[in-house]
C-alpha cells in the first residue's frame, strides 16, 4: 500500500485544495493530510487565518478525500510524521517547488501543480474591505507603525487621514493619500476608525464617531474620565459600533500566554506586581504630545488589573510635572485587599523597562522592554525549577490587534483581548491623575 502525505492551512476551503488532494490521493492508496494548527500558523505568521482549526478540519472531512487528519503543530514535525506513519511519497503544491527536498531522505517528494487563480488569500481579499481612516498626528511614530502594519492584514483598506498635521504626507510616505481636517467629512469615508489625537479629544471625536456608525480602535486612554467611557460603551452598544481600546501589549503572544499561566496558578497567589515603561522622546509641542500617563500608563496598568482585578482599594500618585499637566515621570501605587502593585511611567525619564509579578510559589520576570517581548522567565526558590518561554512576536503585537479589530467587526463577538472593565479602570485611574486624588508633587 502506497501512503501519501501533504499538508496545508485549508482556510476556507476552496477548488485549488480540492485540485490539489485529489491528485495527491491519485498518487498512492492512503492519503494522510496535515492540517496546522492555530498557534503553528500564528508562530509562521500566518495571522489572517480565519476559520479555527476545528473548522478547517470539518471542512476537509466533508470532502472525503483524507483518508485520515492529523494536526501539524511544530516545525520540523513533518520528518516525525512521515517515520511514525511510513509514508511512502510527500507531496504539496509547486508554489512550494524545492522547499521540501530536504525529505527526500525520508521519502518520495513530489510538488504538484498549483491551481492557477485561487488562494486563500484571494478568498479573503475579496471580501469587503474595511475602509479605515487614521485620526492624529502629533504621536507621528506611532501613527506610522499602525498605518504600516495595516498592509499584513486582510480586510482593510486605508482610506484617509485627520491630522491638523500637513507634513503627514511625508511622514507616512505616501503622496496619493487623502488628509483632511474636516471630521464629519473624513468619518463618511470610514467604516472604521483609530484614534490616536490628544487624549482629551478622544472623547468627542468617538462620540461623534458612534453617532456616524463608524468603528473605532482608540489608542489606550478611552477617556479621561471613567463615567465618559461608559457613557461612550453604551452608546456604541446601541448603535451596533465596535468600541475597542488599542493596547498592542495585550496582543503578544508572550504577555498573553504569561497572563494564562499567572491565572492557572502556576507562580501561587499573586501579592505584587511592578511594571516600569519609560522613554525619552523629543516632543514637539507639549499641548498636543501624550504625557507619561497617558503615553505609557494603560501599558503599565494592563497587567495590574487584568491580573489582580480592577476593584482596587485605593491609589497613591506621585509625579514630577514639567509643565501643568504634563508628568515627566509618575508612580502609582495601587493596594489591593491581598496584594499590591507599582507602576512607573516616564516620558523624559529613563528606567529599567521590566515587570514582576511575584506570587506565593515563584515569580515572573520579564526584561526590558517588556511591553514587546518575546520571552519571559518562571522563576522559583530552586532554580532548576525555573523555565524560560519564548513566543515570536511580529510588528509589535499590532498586527494582531488589527486582526482582532477586523474580526470583532466582521463577526460581532467580542473581543477576548481587553474586557470593558479593564478599559473602564484604566480611565478611571487617568480621572484620578487628572483630578490629583492622593496626589504628591515632587
Ligand atoms: N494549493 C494549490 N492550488 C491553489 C492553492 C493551494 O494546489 N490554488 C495547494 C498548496 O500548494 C498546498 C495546499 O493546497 O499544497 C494547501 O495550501 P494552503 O496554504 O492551505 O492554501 P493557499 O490557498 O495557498 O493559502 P494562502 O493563500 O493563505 O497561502
Redo the contacts with the bound molecule.
Sequence with gaps: MTRVI??????LL?F??I??LERAKALGDYLIVGVTSDDFDMTRG?IN?QQPLMERIEALQRTGLADEIIVEEYDGQKIDDIRRFNVDIFT?????EGKFDYLNEYCKVIY?P???G?????VRAEQRKIRMGFVGDYESRILVKYYNECKYVNGIEISGVYARNKDIKNILGSSDIYITQDFSDFLKRCDAIYVLSHPSEHYEQIKEAIAQGVHILCESPIALKEEQFKELNELAKIKNVVLMNSIKTAYSTAYYRLLLLVKSGRIGDIISIDTTCTSIQEVDDKKYAWNSICLWGPTALLPIVQILGTEYLNINIVSRLSNDDFDQFTKIDFLYTHATATLKVGRGIKSEGEMIISGTKGYIYVPAPWWKTDYFEIRYENSSDNRRYFYPLEGEGIRYELVDFVKTINTGIESAYISSDVSGAICRVMDSFYKKENFVEI
Design positions: 501533504t499538508y496545508g492551512t485549508y482556510d476552496h485549488g485544495h485540485k490539489l500566518k487565518v504539496v503544491g509547486s508554489d512550494w504538484l498549483r491551481t492557477e485561487v488562494s486563500s488569500s484571494e
